[in-house]
């Protein structure tokens, strides 16, 4: 990440890639966004608990993008040169301090596949001890079984970050939850 002298502004560069997930080059990441650019990466991890709650986090009012909604447990962006992997775990640890943990891929997607708005990666995670979580992006952590996120979802999609609703019916068609 680079900041820019005088300026509370942080610019945050993202890989941008081919339809093959290559990289081609590199854009900040305000620039993807205003531009409504797909060709970047992101990850998300859906975990578990070993009773088979799922945690939801809800977003602080202070996030740039969909404030105030559920999101999955963890979730973001790949940053330039790094991998999804790296990514995930980077993640995992700003947003809720796990460490030292075993991610299991599940799921791979280019925005088309099922209308998502990056290339992406999921990861899966069965965790059971206390969290330790940003609480200046995450206002709440929720632990909700897959009938509670189905009904919040049925009720009023737009209570979750944009591409959950997707993420979530392909966790379910592919009996994940």
């Known amino acids: 990440m680079v900041y820019l002298k005088y300026t509370n502004y942080k610019m945050e560069y993202l890989d941008l890639v081919n339809e093959n997930d290559e ?16 060709n970047f990466r992101v990850i998300n991890i859906m975990i578990f608990t070993s009773n088979n709650k799922i945690i939801v986090p809800k977003r602080s009012a202070n996030r740039r993008v969909f404030p105030n909604c559920y999101d999955c447990s963890v979730g973001g962006h790949v940053s330039s040169g790094e991998t999804y992997e790296q990514a995930a775990y980077r993640e995992l640890e ?5 460490t030292d943990v075993k991610l299991e891929e599940i799921g791979y997607f280019k925005p088309n596949d099922i209308g998502t708005s990056a290339f992406s ?55 994940m939850v």
């Open 121 to 175: 990666k999921m990861y899966k995670l069965i965790y059971d001890k206390p969290l330790n979580y940003d609480k200046d992006g995450i206002q709440a952590i929720y632990y909700m079984t897959k009938d509670e996120i189905s009904k919040l979802i049925e009720e009023d999609e737009t209570q979750f970050k944009g591409d959950y609703p997707k993420f979530f019916k392909w966790l379910k068609e592919n009996k």
């Open 23 to 38: 990289v081609i080059g590199k854009e900040d990441r305000d620039i993807i966004y205003k531009n409504g650019w797909r």
């Open 94 to 98: 700003e947003e809720l301090g796990i």
